[in-house]
């Protein structure tokens, strides 16, 4: 059982950067793969960014060329790097952990809470 933290999130201007980090209680077995997904309010959740235990990461479209995912394996911390932020990438975002899965198949489920292990969330304001 693996509990994730979310922090890093804030309120920022359009065009703006943040970077988020979400700390794991416990380090990766080799196959681990960490996400992360988001959900504004009166919409659906969405998989935005994953990156599997060979360090392949996957993109949503809507994030892909802005977004950047990164993990410190030493640490047992997880990033999102966020920039060019644009109102619409306003939501509460939560990192997400699984096993056996590429990043791929990831990107595809990290929203269904059967996924995984999902952490509380950090909120990011764009306006």
């Known amino acids: 059982h693996v509990q994730l933290v979310e922090s890093g999130g804030d309120s920022v201007q359009t065009g703006g950067s943040l970077r988020l980090s979400c700390a794991a209680s416990?380090?990766?077995?080799?196959?681990?793969?960490m996400g992360w997904f988001r959900q504004a309010p009166g919409k659906e959740r969405e998989g935005i960014a994953t990156i599997d235990s060979g360090g392949i990461t996957a993109y949503a479209d809507s994030v892909k060329g802005r977004f950047t995912i990164s993990k410190d394996n030493a640490k047992n911390i997880l990033y999102l790097q966020m920039d060019n932020l644009k109102p619409e990438d306003s939501a509460t975002y939560r990192c997400?952990?699984?096993?056996?899965?590429?990043?791929?198949?990831?990107?595809?489920?990290?929203?269904?809470?059967?996924?995984?292990?999902w952490g509380e969330g950090t909120q990011v304001t764009v306006s």
């Open positions: 997400a952990a699984s096993w056996d899965v590429t990043a791929i198949e990831a990107l595809g489920r990290i929203a269904d809470p059967a996924f995984g292990y």
């Open positions: 416990e380090g990766a077995d080799g196959r681990r793969c």
